[in-house]
């Protein structure tokens, strides 16, 4: 079963062509635990792990008993940097440690296509022609958005290959993120309201997610 898309220019005008996907990866019923899988994965990978407290025998001072062992009526001490005590060290405290998390490629595969395809059904998904500027300025962008009227809502830009002007251009609006279409992970399609590829990014996008690609 093809789809049909239509291709929009930069200035938010209908172009009158129409973008055919003969094999769409994405005309699927979405699986719900797979996407959940690979957004775990993802958000758990990209965790850096260098959480650290001090155990008693890290912190500074506690060398001398704090006061005899019987006697003075008080509980017995040992030490001032007991976690019992204030400014004391931390007791089973976090430690640094690697956060890796790993699924099959075909689930991987499955989320992608699952999450692109809730982007269809949404209507979230617009086809541009190109998506190049000749200066690296945010007005391209800020124009660019405020045509599709979508200059209060999240935006992922997809291209099908990364211009060094439409990064420059981007990289001072909260609200858009800009990534080469093969490589755009389950997150990064699900993460935002609306999608917006070019052509050629579509097609390339499509291809990977029919699994004829090597990322």
């Not at 200035?11 to 690979?38: C, N």
């Not at 005899?68 to 405290?93: D, I, L, M, Y």
């Not at 699924?103 to 692109?116: D, E, G, P, T, Y």
């Not at 660019?144 to 009227?149: A, V």
């Amino acid at each position: 079963m093809s789809i049909e898309f239509s291709i929009f220019k930069l200035d938010g005008s209908d172009s009158g062509q129409k973008l055919v996907i003969e094999t769409p990866a994405f005309d699927i019923e979405p699986h719900d635990h797979a996407i959940y899988l690979a957004v775990k994965t993802e958000m758990t990978n990209s965790r850096q792990g260098t959480h650290s407290a001090k155990t008693r025998a890290e912190v500074r001072g506690g060398g001398r008993k704090p006061w005899k062992q019987k006697g003075t009526g008080r509980a017995r001490a040992g030490s001032r940097r007991s976690p019992v005590w204030v400014g004391g060290g931390r007791a089973f405290g976090p430690k640094p440690h690697p956060y890796n998390m790993k699924i099959n490629k075909k689930v991987k595969l499955l989320a992608r296509q699952s999450a692109l395809a809730y982007r269809y059904r949404e209507g979230a998904l617009k086809i541009i022609e190109e998506l190049t500027f000749d200066e690296p300025k945010s007005k391209n962008i800020r124009e660019l958005l405020k045509k599709f009227d979508l200059l209060d809502k999240k935006v992922t830009i997809l291209t099908a290959n990364l211009n060094t002007n439409l990064l420059l251009a981007s990289r001072n609006f909260y609200n858009v993120l800009v990534l080469e279409a093969e490589k755009a992970s389950t997150y990064d399609i699900l993460d935002c309201e609306v999608l917006l590829i070019d052509k050629n990014g579509f097609e390339k996008l499509n291809n990977a997610l029919m699994g004829n690609s090597r990322n």
